[in-house]
């Protein structure tokens, strides 16, 4: 019955609220201003004019414990002090907006759900989600993974080792898992919060000995049904007969002379909810890094995407893999996304910066419209973050699969991406319209001109996770 009332409620409900909403595109966004889409971010919760973000202290190397919450933004007055929160070896944060409830996934065998604030503590409960083995990545490992939250159907989706698990909030309920047949699931997977859809871009990581790699995935998921319906893109080389194009950009030589494929490492998910386009990055292979990083970004334009449910596949005319010219400053590739909400702009990084990475960051403008054509992005801009924090001490990405997200301010409107360091000890606000409008480089098309403050032009803002140390 549950599931039933779901699946005649929710659409009902969705269908009535796009109706209500005039948009450009041919489809609408419902989405609350810090509903994130992409599972490799710590959660932002908005309530009223007060933004606040939790963040997990661990990554999918670190087996760090505990989390902390702090406000970020409000109308007026002094930022309170963060709050520890008790929990395990967090991994990766998403928040309800509906409930204010916060979905950790943890590195080993538990996750958590924080409920909102009751002081002087949060109720915080520990569950197992049955996966006890890692998954590797090119990037790292980890049992539990990314999440995501679905507000309409009450759940918050856990990649794990063995499938997505979604969990009903409120009250608490585990569901049942939901399989990817021969694919992995993917560690910083996307989320249609609309269509209630898992974006899952994947590859295997085949060995451990020489981080080979292959069984490449693009599949769509549908949340909204017990147990899940997969389906598999047609450009996937898996499918059978196989149709190229998804993952045929280009190539790159390893050491043994050896062409191995560009854009083989499928990286993170993410959803526009303005115009119903889907976003993957690539992570770079070691052959591609140095002058070869990969640039590329693929987009698909959900809105003219075809589901076939009795062959499980899905297709789409208006799918691309575009290059992003002098992105190279992400020495990993494009690898973390996270895409504002009720906004087509993201904020993009290189999650893994101690291996091969840097500062580097970006913006993106992306396409407004969808239904016809196929989209592409036009514009974005590379720049590096400042080389030390607030405190003088040495600036570091987060990591991975955490350390990006993204939401529309309550205050003042305006699309804001979230970048966490390291040692969690700050995160940075940047305005990414004011990135995206701010100089570039004299010779260049996207890159910002190095002689700007990012700081002094208030294009970032720095709010320290600590600020009782």
Not at 40 to 58: D, F, K, Q, W, Y
Not at 95 to 113: F, R
Not at 192 to 209: A, E, G, M, T, W
Not at 293 to 305: K, M, R, W, Y
Request: charge should be negative; proline fraction near 6%.
């Amino acid at each position: 019955m549950k599931q039933l009332l779901r699946q005649i409620i929710v659409p009902t409900l969705g269908c009535f609220l796009i109706g209500s909403i005039a948009s450009t595109s041919a489809f609408a966004s419902v989405a609350d201003p810090g509903t994130a889409t992409t599972s490799n971010g710590p959660a932002v919760l908005v309530s009223g004019t007060t933004v606040s973000v939790v963040v997990p202290e661990g990554s999918d190397n670190s087996l760090k414990g505990g989390a902390v919450e702090a406000v970020v933004e409000q109308a007026t007055g002094t930022l309170p002090s963060s709050v520890n929160l008790k929990i395990g070896y967090g991994n990766s944060c998403a928040g309800s907006q509906a409930t204010g409830i916060t979905a950790c996934s943890a590195l080993l065998a538990s996750s958590y759900l924080i409920a909102p604030p009751t002081p002087p503590t949060r109720k915080i409960t520990g569950f197992r989600t049955g996966a006890r083995k890692f998954i590797h990545f090119t990037g790292g490992d980890c049992v539990n993974c990314g999440s995501a939250i679905d507000d309409g159907l009450n759940l918050a989706i856990f990649s794990t080792s063995i499938g997505y698990l979604p969990v009903q909030l409120s009250p608490f309920e585990l569901e049942p898992l939901i399989s990817t047949n021969t694919a992995v699931i993917s560690g910083n997977f996307g989320y249609d919060p609309i269509n209630h859809r898992i974006i899952s871009p994947s590859y295997q990581l085949l060995s451990l000995r020489n981080f080979s790699t292959g069984n490449r995935h693009f599949q769509i998921i549908d949340a909204n049904t017990t147990g899940g319906q997969v389906y598999e893109l047609t450009d996937n080389p898996n499918v059978q007969p196989p149709v190229t194009g998804f993952y045929d950009q280009g190539t790159c030589t390893n050491t043994s002379g050896v062409n191995i494929q560009r854009d083989g490492l499928p990286d993170s998910g993410a959803y526009d909810t303005v115009t119903g386009i889907a976003y993957v990055t690539f992570r770079s292979p070691s052959a591609c890094r140095g002058a070869n990083t990969v640039e590329d970004i693929g987009l698909a334009d959900l809105t003219q995407a075809s589901f076939d449910s009795f062959n499980n596949v899905w297709s789409d005319p208006a799918k691309q893999v575009q290059t992003l010219t002098e992105m190279t400053n992400l020495g990993n590739g494009i690898t973390g996304i996270a895409i504002v909400p009720g906004q087509s702009y993201a904020i993009v990084d290189d999650q893994r910066e101690t291996s091969f990475g840097n500062l580097g960051f970006g913006a993106l403008q992306l396409p407004s419209t969808s239904g016809s054509g196929t989209p592409s992005i036009p514009d974005w801009v590379a720049a590096n973050m400042p080389a030390r924090d607030p405190s003088n001490k040495i600036w570091q990405m987060a990591f991975m699969p955490n350390g990006v997200a993204a939401y529309t301010s309550p205050n003042s409107g305006k699309a804001i991406g979230v970048l966490v360091n390291r040692t969690r000890t700050y995160v940075a606000l940047v305005d990414i319209v004011a990135l995206l409008n701010a100089n570039r480089m004299a010779g260049t098309q996207h890159t910002i001109d190095p002689t700007i403050n990012l700081v002094n032009s208030g294009i970032i803002t720095y709010v320290s996770l600590r600020p009782h140390k």
